[in-house]
């Protein structure tokens, strides 16, 4: 059977281009030829029409509101399973057996310390230090400490980086809030799961033994399930990017983070939670959906809109749920935050201008009232949000690294700057 083409018209000259279909979702265009074929390039700076890759990991549909990891339905795993499992799911394309989960979960645990020297790494820093900074820092530093990982081409050495990065993300954030706060750094415990062992690391203090909290761990971890792939997000895009050089996966992962940082992507969650504070009370909440109207006016309603989703962020359904669920564990279900989040939500979602744009909350309009109650500081949301998404970037670095047809990304641009001109010297300007 003949491959499917495209047939597009430049200058007069008809060019066919191979189309490629997915499983499911968008066809696309394979536009790889068109500057050999036509001397010009595709325009599209915000990546809306545009696919980066071929990937088997993560499958959004924005107009349906479904998320699926390898498949599954992210309610399913949210619901059924724990963050290791997703992690295993998203890294080895399956879920895993019992045999296999108990043996992923003892892997990741005996991965979770760093090494000593990085604890005095910290002390460089100053105490107001935003954490993000010092997690794009100690991040990027793990290259300077595991050079037995850092080489891509290695296969084992790709796993090694892989559950390293997945393991010792929450140890970093731990101490990167312990030095924020000033408290002395608590070590990992090989005897608490993944997220009981990071609440550990945050809350517990040398002075008194620390209760873990189950349905707090249960809902953390319920949280890092639902962050922890998203497509081609700009992060994730910015993780390939950077693999594409063959840069070891420490260093890309650090750059995933900065990326993340921005108020428009993962730093969303602590916007959204300043937003929410600023405007304080239900009747002030008028004034700011007006300021979001305002063409004239930059401001935004942090934790809404979302670039692929046109619908419900299937997730925000979920953080609701598990912030309900935290804020009446706590005894903060009357929490004016709260009050505000739920009713800014119902005023946006009839009013016709959040509708014409189909601009619903996303999954940061709710995580940050729950974080808060939980005790985390709104400068650590993001670093949250960067430590459940790392096996994300993770998973996707490794698919393009193991992809035979990867090349270094090379994007190319509408030059709108001066021709060629003579130099002038300095006497004649
Ligand atoms: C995440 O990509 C991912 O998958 C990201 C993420 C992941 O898991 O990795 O889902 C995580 O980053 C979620 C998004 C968190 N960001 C925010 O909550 C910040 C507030 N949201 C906006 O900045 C915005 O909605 C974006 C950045 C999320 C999406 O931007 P787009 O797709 O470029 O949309 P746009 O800026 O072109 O907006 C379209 C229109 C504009 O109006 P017009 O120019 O057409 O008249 O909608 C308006 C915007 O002014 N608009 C908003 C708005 N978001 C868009 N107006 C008011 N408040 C908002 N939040």
Redesign the pocket.
């Known amino acids: 059977m003949n491959a499917r083409t495209t047939a597009l018209s430049v200058d007069g000259k008809v060019v066919d281009l191979p189309t490629l279909d997915g499983t499911i979702g968008p066809s696309v265009v394979d536009i790889a030829s068109l500057y050999k074929e036509t001397d010009m390039f595709t325009y599209d700076p915000?990546f809306?029409s545009t696919a980066s890759c071929q990937s088997k990991i993560t499958y959004?549909d924005g107009d349906d509101g479904v998320l699926l990891y390898r498949g599954y339905p992210i309610q399913e795993l949210a619901e059924h399973g724990d963050f290791l499992e997703t992690c295993y799911l998203l890294l080895e394309g399956e879920l895993p057996t019992t045999t296999q989960k108990a043996d992923f979960d003892y892997r990741v645990t005996r991965h979770t310390m760093v090494h000593e020297q990085m604890m005095r790494f910290f002390q460089g820093f100053r105490r107001d230090a935003h954490p993000m900074a010092i997690m794009v820092a100690s991040v990027g530093a793990l290259s300077a400490f595991y050079h037995d990982s850092t080489d891509i081409s290695d296969e084992k050495q790709r796993m090694i980086a892989s559950m390293r990065m997945i393991a010792k993300m929450p140890t970093l954030a731990s101490l990167a809030y312990k030095y924020h706060v000033g408290q002395p750094f608590i070590y990992p415990r090989n005897d608490l799961d993944y997220t009981t062992n990071f609440l550990h690391m945050c809350f517990a203090v040398p002075c008194e033994e620390y209760k873990p909290n189950p349905i707090l761990s249960r809902a953390l971890d319920r949280i890092f399930i639902l962050?922890a792939d998203?497509?081609q997000?700009?992060?994730?895009s910015t993780v390939r990017l950077a693999g594409s050089s063959g840069a070891n996966p420490f260093a890309c992962i650090a750059a995933g983070i900065a990326c993340l940082w921005g108020?428009?992507?993962?730093g969303?969650n602590e916007?959204?939670l300043k937003m929410l504070q600023e405007i304080g009370t239900v009747d002030r909440i008028p004034q700011f959906i007006a300021r979001?109207?305002d063409?004239n006016d930059p401001f935004?309603?942090?934790?809404?809109?979302?670039?692929?989703y046109k619908n419900y962020?299937p997730r925000a359904k979920i953080m609701q749920r598990t912030t309900h669920e935290v804020l009446n564990e706590l005894g903060h279900k009357d929490d004016p935050l709260l009050e505000v989040a739920l009713e800014l939500e119902r005023i946006a979602l009839s009013d016709e201008y959040f509708v014409e744009?189909k601009?619903y909350p996303?999954?940061?309009?709710y995580s940050g009232i729950t974080l808060k109650a939980m005790g985390f500081p709104t400068e650590m949301f993001t670093v949250l949000f960067a430590v459940a998404?790392t096996v994300g970037w993770i998973a996707q670095w490794k698919e393009m690294i193991e992809d035979p047809s990867q090349r270094i990304g090379r994007p190319r641009q509408l030059y709108t700057g001066a021709p060629a001109r003579d130099y002038i010297s300095i006497a004649q300007r």
């Open positions: 915000g809306t959004i962050h998203h497509e997000n700009a992060s994730t108020p428009a992507h993962g969303a916007a959204a979001a109207k063409k935004r309603l942090m934790g809404f809109g979302h670039r692929v962020d744009k601009l996303n999954i940061d309009f998404r």
